[in-house]
């Protein structure tokens, strides 16, 4: 379920200090540390998924979930509009194996990672 040497296994069982802005039993939304937008968090599973590559049908709930999570929480933050990136593998940008949803906005310029 968790992974003792994952930094947002680490978050979600909050051995490793966040600013968590929701979570429930099943996921958690967090500020990232380094953002690249006026507002930026993340949203994982509190299971750890290494990444979308790694999905399948059975984790088409906590997929949605996570998804819908992200407008309700950009509407929170008073976000007009928002950007979502998901990195997965290394050659997709990933450095944290966690599976994670960037929801990000807030200037008139759009940031890429
Ligand atoms: P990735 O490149 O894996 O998609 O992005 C990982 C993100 O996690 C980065 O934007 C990075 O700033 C964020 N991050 C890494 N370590 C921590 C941490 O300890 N706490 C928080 N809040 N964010 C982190
Ligand atoms: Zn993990």
Do not use: W
């Amino acid at each position: 379920m968790t992974m003792d040497n994952c930094i947002f296994c680490k978050i979600s069982q909050k051995k490793i200090p966040s600013t968590i802005v929701y979570e429930d039993e099943e996921m958690l939304a967090f500020k990232d540390i380094n953002p690249i937008d006026k507002v930026h968090f993340l949203i994982i599973p509190r299971e750890h998924i290494v990444n979308l590559m790694e999905c399948n049908l059975d984790h088409q709930d906590i997929l949605s979930k996570m998804l819908l999570l992200a407008p309700k929480l950009a509407k929170e933050f008073g976000l007009k509009g928002f950007r979502t990136m998901i990195n997965s593998g290394k050659e997709g940008g990933q450095e944290v194996f966690h599976i994670h949803f960037h929801v990000y906005g807030g200037s008139e310029k759009l940031a890429k990672l």
